[in-house]
């Protein structure tokens, strides 16, 4: 038998990128081949995805944790890594989204529902990607973003166009069987259902969904019994069946009494406005006087059936068990559905399609700087997307990477906001989220410091302007021997004048 499972905690954790290579091309007769490290993969998603074929969220109950595949690492020769795997978790139609604090992420209705639950994390650039004109021969690489991680609420709330409601053993699961396909468990002992019975009923040629809803009791809005669980799953219809059962035996029971209470805890249940729910007192109502196959139930629904009709709601007295009066109830609950599809669709013609545009501020730098007061003292935090993704992408053991994060906070008027908010030379800097920030002890850039050795990633053996074309050698091998010819006429002329002699000269003089 398989567990019905309506609300998971997940826990999902994207993929991390890849980190990038940094690579020196190694070729024979090619000494200086340049920087050839490729960059890395880009973790995997996780991705909700809905599937009419899943009904139950209880495979996340089971296993709450998933993660998807990280991206690979970049390589020498160019070659980048590959992307890790998406994950993706298939969910019921119907399944709401939520976050740790219970805001609504996602509402997954409709069949083609998908939502990117967890981003997976940037590769990082390998150095031939970080090469440039002013930066030939990197000796570093970026290293790769984490994913996303983060816990999550899955809630489903089921898509049907007609509930019933009422008491346990009132017949609901009955009616589910008799109007539908559905072959719900049918028992004479109160809470038989523990879950909600779906099933689809045709009426001449519309065609609608119903839900049994189990458990409502006194109470039920406060958590009693099983109906505080299972309202959530009334929200999304929109025509209500109170289904009576006028069989009773149960001492204070009666019609009029059900209906009142069972309407009670329905106006004290309130629907997530989040997700445009209506309160259910504005629903569709219809009462079903059930159990008329039993002489007394019968005389009784025939009794309460005027009193009801009085209050303005359609009354129907059907038997589940002897099929009585399910045609006549069959088309009304079609009647009104196509009525309340009718004024869904009218609504969403009315209502302009909303769009949000929200442009970057002329002032925005993208991040900002935070002076706190802690036990050990003043710090600047600075917080930002393009910071702290900087810093994760850094790699602190190479002294090349710290610099061109320098650079890249430099440019982006990290120091000068610094200087602006009151900071000194060794003041402590905090960059990331405060559960994981980075801690420096800041020092300004000097303007005459290192900048005099050259840029950071420059190698004077790949500079152009410092390598001799053919046609300069030629040029020079043709000054060399110039100068050696002038050279040897030089000498020729002082030794011929007794500036000086050779060993052989003397040889002869003897």
């Avoid at 996602?106 to 529902?113: A, E, H, I, Q």
């Avoid at 984490?146 to 019933?164: F, N, Q, R, Y």
């Avoid at 669980?229 to 019609?255: K, M, N, Q, W, Y």
């Avoid at 790699?395 to 120091?415: C, K, P, Q, T, W």
């Amino acid at each position: 038998m398989t567990t019905f499972v309506d609300r998971v905690v997940l826990h999902v954790a994207a993929g991390d990128g890849g980190h990038g290579v940094a690579s020196v091309k190694r070729e024979k007769f090619k000494p200086l081949g340049g920087p050839d490290g490729g960059n890395g993969g880009r973790g995997g998603n996780v991705i909700l995805r809905v599937d009419p074929n899943v009904t139950t969220l209880l495979d996340y109950h089971h296993h709450p944790h998933r993660k998807a595949t990280n991206g690979k690492p970049g390589a020498g020769d160019e070659r980048n890594g590959a992307d890790g795997g998406d994950l993706v978790l298939t969910v019921p139609e119907g399944t709401v989204v939520k976050d740790g604090s219970g805001e609504v992420l996602k509402d997954l209705v409709g069949l083609d529902g998908e939502f990117i639950v967890a981003k997976g994390g940037r590769g990082g650039l390998g150095n031939k990607a970080l090469s440039s004109a002013r930066r030939k021969a990197p000796g570093f690489a970026l290293l790769g973003e984490p994913g996303d991680a983060l816990d999550i609420v899955l809630e489903l709330k089921s898509l049907a166009d007609v509930a019933l409601i009422g008491f346990p053993s009132a017949g609901k699961s009955s009616l589910v069987s008799v109007l539908s396909a559905a072959r719900p468990k049918i028992a004479d002992y109160p809470f038989t259902t523990l879950v909600p019975n779906l099933g689809v009923v045709q009426a001449g040629e519309s065609r609608f969904t119903i839900a049994d809803v189990p458990g409502l009791i006194p109470g039920a809005s406060e958590g009693k019994g099983l109906g505080l669980e299972f309202l959530r799953h009334v929200e999304r219809c929109s025509v209500l069946v109170h289904v009576i059962d006028c069989a009773t035996l149960e001492p204070g029971r009666d019609p009029m009494t059900d209906l009142e209470v069972i309407e009670r805890e329905l106006a004290q249940y309130v629907p997530d406005e989040t997700l445009g729910g209506r309160p259910l007192a504005e629903r569709t109502r219809i009462v079903v006087l059930n159990k008329a196959d039993v002489p007394d139930a019968l005389e009784l629904a025939e009794m309460v059936k005027p009193d009801l009709e009085a209050r303005g709601i359609e009354v129907f007295v059907v038997s589940a068990v002897a099929h009585t009066g399910l045609r006549e109830l069959t088309f009304a609950m079609a009647r009104h559905v196509a009525e309340a599809r009718a004024e869904i669709e009218a609504v969403a013609a009315a209502t302009p399609q909303r769009i949000v545009i929200r442009p970057k501020a002329v002032d925005d730098s993208g991040f900002k700087i935070i002076r706190e007061n802690t036990a050990d003292g003043e710090v600047f935090r600075i917080e930002g997307d393009r910071p702290t993704r900087w810093v994760r992408q850094t790699d602190f053991s190479n002294d090349e990477a710290v610099g061109y994060l320098a650079d890249r906070l430099g440019r982006a008027g990290i120091e000068e906001a610094l200087f602006k908010a009151g900071a000194v030379a060794g003041a402590t800097v905090l960059i990331g989220p405060k559960d994981n920030a980075v801690v420096f002890d800041w020092e300004p850039t000097l303007v005459a410091g290192a900048e005099l050795l050259g840029a950071r990633g420059t190698d004077l053996r790949l500079d152009e302007a410092t390598r001799p074309t053919r046609d300069d050698k030629r040029a020079d091998y043709a000054e060399r021997r110039v100068a050696r010819t002038v050279a040897r006429d030089e000498l020729a002329a002082e030794r011929r004048a007794g500036h000086w002699a050779t060993a052989k000269d003397e040889d002869t003089e003897e």
